[in-house]
């Protein structure tokens, strides 16, 4: 089956240190996978994607999210957290079977804390 | 440019009442999507649309109904509400070009409660 993991249910960090939030999948084929983050009270917003190419994916607010192939996986990283990235953050996968609906799976959700 | 809007923002329904979730774009999207989310279990998603007048269903589209009239809009009709109903419910869009689907812009959300 097709299916989005997110690991982590949450994640603390100390604002100025490097984060990760951790995505595996498992899709045939090749993935079209996505971040999305959801602050409170509001809707969800696009912070990045991977179709093709670079392995490395830059996005919005200084996020950045590597894919890899061999480990399944599309962490999503920032080098510096900040206490205004506080939110929950989901990792959602394009339903290969599904390629001309733009059906998207989406993981649980990882709640993300940063301390001052 | 509005985006994705959805009215209302929150309600509160006895059992067995019904009610519409209006969801609207103003992106000219072609796409659209109902989703409902559950605290810990993601999004899942209830309908969605390739176009004017073609619906269908998702993975959980029993207790719903939609429709798609016109390009801007796609209403979410719950016609008995029951308890496992209480939910947030987000509608979003995309612009597809049948090759590939871009990415889905999310509206506010509803917060719905059903008692």
């Known amino acids: 089956a097709q299916s989005v993991a997110q690991p982590e249910d949450q994640v603390n960090v100390a604002e100025g240190n490097p984060l990760t939030v951790k995505c595996t999948y498992s899709?045939?084929?090749?993935?079209?996978l996505f971040w999305y983050v959801q602050y409170p009270n509001r809707g969800l917003q696009f912070l990045l994607k991977?179709?093709?190419?670079?392995?490395l994916v830059k996005g919005s607010y200084g996020f950045e999210a590597e894919f890899n192939k061999s480990q399944t996986s599309f962490h999503l990283k920032k080098p510096s957290a900040l206490v205004s990235d506080s939110a929950l953050y989901f990792c959602?996968?394009?339903?290969?079977?599904?390629?001309?609906?733009?059906?998207?799976?989406f993981g649980q959700g990882t709640t993300l804390q940063v301390k001052p | 440019n509005a985006g994705v809007t959805q009215t209302p923002k929150f309600r509160i329904l006895k059992i067995g009442q019904s009610m519409t979730l209006q969801c609207t774009q103003d992106m000219n999207h072609n796409y659209m999507y109902w989703y409902r989310q559950d605290p810990g279990m993601g999004l899942k998603l209830i309908y969605y649309s390739v176009g004017a007048g073609i619906t269908d269903k998702g993975e959980v589209p029993n207790g719903y109904n939609v429709s798609r009239s016109t390009t801007e809009d796609f209403p979410l009709r719950l016609e008995l509400a029951a308890p496992s109903q209480t939910s947030v419910y987000f509608c979003a869009s995309s612009y597809s070009t049948g090759q590939s689907t871009d990415t889905q812009y999310f509206g506010p959300g509803t917060r719905l409660t059903v008692l």
């Open positions: 899709v045939s084929g090749n993935p079209y």
């Open positions: 991977y179709i093709t190419g670079d392995n």
């Open positions: 959602a996968v394009r339903d290969p079977f599904s390629s001309n609906t733009g059906k998207l799976i």
